[in-house]
């Protein structure tokens, strides 16, 4: 398997709504990544998580709240978003000397 | 600080023409370097993967070179067809496991 899969693929919800995002690869690649791309920009980092724990948070506002539960998952908490947050949201993961691996992303609209 | 520019930021050819995707980075210190492709509203592909040890990657009618004491890198794509249509990103990875993005080609081939 030399995937990422994310789900949902898109994703409405509203301002006071509480959703996830999920990730999930095979690769055995040990660091997992949280990027936000918006209209003709490329991906800004959000989050790493190396070996399962949080090694960057790139002073990213708390009403996203990144999980990793194993190797394989990373999570994306969403709440209390706005407007402006709506964007495409794509995980990657990486092993060194192998690169990084980019997900197909989910297209995030806030309402 | 390192600082990813790609030139032109966007190219309109005729299809079958060979054409250079251009790249260049400040700083030398890299440990690899990628170039993705990017469809309108979906994930990152990866094309290529060069190491700093090596000088170029070769795959189907890609070619990518590495110039880690000039900073630069181009991606060659021989007989171009409509469907190389894309954005083309270019990405250096450094330490603290952070992959810095250029701004992207956006590549128009026509029929």
């Known amino acids: 398997d030399t995937e990422v899969t994310q789900t949902p693929k898109h994703l409405v919800m509203g301002m006071t709504n509480k959703k996830s995002l999920k990730c999930e690869q095979h690769m055995g690649h040990r660091a997992m990544y949280w990027y936000k791309q918006k209209a003709k920009k490329p991906p800004e980092l959000m989050f790493v998580?190396?070996?399962?724990?949080?090694?960057i948070n790139e002073s990213v506002p708390s009403r996203f709240s990144p999980e990793c539960p194993n190797s394989s998952l990373l999570n994306l908490h969403l709440h209390a978003l706005q407007p402006e947050d709506s964007a495409l949201y794509l995980c990657a993961s990486s092993q060194e000397n192998y690169g990084y691996t980019f997900g197909s992303g989910t297209r995030l609209t806030v309402v | 600080k390192q600082e990813v520019t790609q030139i032109p930021a966007a190219l309109s050819v005729p299809e079958g023409e060979n054409l250079v995707l251009n790249c260049s980075f400040t700083?030398?210190?890299?440990?690899?370097l990628q170039w993705f492709r990017q469809d309108p509203g979906k994930g990152l592909t990866s094309l290529l993967l060069i190491q700093s040890s090596q000088r170029e990657q070769t795959s189907g009618r890609l070619n990518a070179s590495l110039d880690k004491s000039s900073g630069r890198s181009t991606l060659y794509i021989a007989a171009s067809q409509p469907g190389d249509s894309a954005t083309y990103l270019c990405a250096v990875t450094g330490g603290a496991q952070k992959l810095v993005f250029g701004q992207g080609t956006r590549l128009t081939i026509n029929p």
């Open positions: 998580y190396s070996y399962e724990k949080l090694s």
């Open positions: 700083d030398s210190a890299i440990y690899n």
